[in-house]
Nanobody, 120 residues
Framework: QVQLVESGGGLVQPGGSLRLSCAASGFAFSEYAMGWVRQAPGKELEWLADINRAGTSTYYADSVKGRFTVSRSNIEGVAEGTLYLQMNNLKPEDTAVYHC?????????WGQGTQVTVSS
């Protein structure tokens, strides 16, 4: 059973940083690309970033390029791993629920999410 559990969200001031984590289990994590999306109140899901299986190639939406960094920690032969999203220079418009996703976007598998609020 696929499980994706995000953590690390919270309240941060504009210009601040947060690091999100996604604990993945129940599937061969190292064999899948992974990614992050977010959903702000009243808005549709917005794709943010994808990372390939090995963690050697990353792709970003223009809205976060240069500020966010996706990375991963693979454990070979184990059906689990961790995905990260380092977020710097946060802006109020980054306020949203952040979800990790399994596979290249568009994905049909994501976690419950973690709330990020950027406010002074």
């Amino acid at each position: 059973q696929v499980q994706l559990v995000e953590s690390g969200g919270g309240l941060v001031q504009p210009g601040g940083s947060l690091r999100l984590s996604c604990a993945a289990s129940g599937f061969a994590f190292s064999e899948y690309a992974m990614g992050w999306v977010r959903q702000a109140p009243g808005k549709e899901l917005e794709w943010l970033a994808d990372i390939n299986r090995a963690g050697t190639s990353t792709y970003y939406a223009d809205s976060v390029k240069g500020r966010f960094t996706v990375s991963r920690s693979n454990i070979e032969g184990v059906a689990e791993g961790t995905l990260y999203l380092q977020m710097n220079n946060l802006k109020p418009e980054d306020t949203a629920v952040y979800h990790c996703t399994k596979g290249w976007w568009p994905s049909n598998s994501w976690g419950q999410g973690t709330q990020v609020t950027v406010s002074s």
